[in-house]
């Protein structure tokens, strides 16, 4: 992807896409500890009464490639409310609830957002 022209919309989507790939990532567990009660063993009435989950599959190699590099872009600005409002916003949280979390009018949120992203295309281009 080096030879690629960056814009503000993939940017963006880039972002939506690391934060979507680092929520399939496998929860981090502590080795060494375990549980002493037996295994429970349901009958198969049981497990069709049960709820089912869907399946999370993990990501594939070159999307925690993405994610990581995409990461690594954080580190382009300067300003730490910048690069909150680029986190938040690809984590697609609800302008008001970003506003209350900075601090700042939706105006000024959005306006933050618009800079931080064109600064990464910027530097990136």
Not at 6 to 15: C, H, L, P, Y
Not at 42 to 64: G, L, N, V
Not at 83 to 101: F, Q, T, Y
Request: positive net charge; hydrophobic residues 40%.
């Amino acid at each position: 992807m080096e030879n690629q022209k960056w814009t503000k919309e993939i940017v963006a989507d880039r972002f939506e896409e690391a934060v979507r790939t680092l929520r399939r990532l496998p929860a981090v567990r502590v080795n060494g500890y375990m549980s002493a009660w037996p295994e429970i063993i349901y009958t198969k009435r049981e497990i069709a009464m049960m709820d089912q989950k869907p399946k999370r599959w993990p990501p594939t190699a070159e999307a925690i490639s993405n994610m990581e590099e995409t990461c690594k872009w954080i580190n382009l600005l300067d300003e730490i409310d910048d690069r909150k409002v680029i986190w938040l916003r690809a984590s697609r949280l609800p302008w008001k609830e970003i506003c209350v979390k900075l601090g700042v009018a939706r105006s000024t949120a959005n306006w933050r957002w618009q800079k931080a992203i064109l600064t990464i295309t910027h530097k990136l281009n």
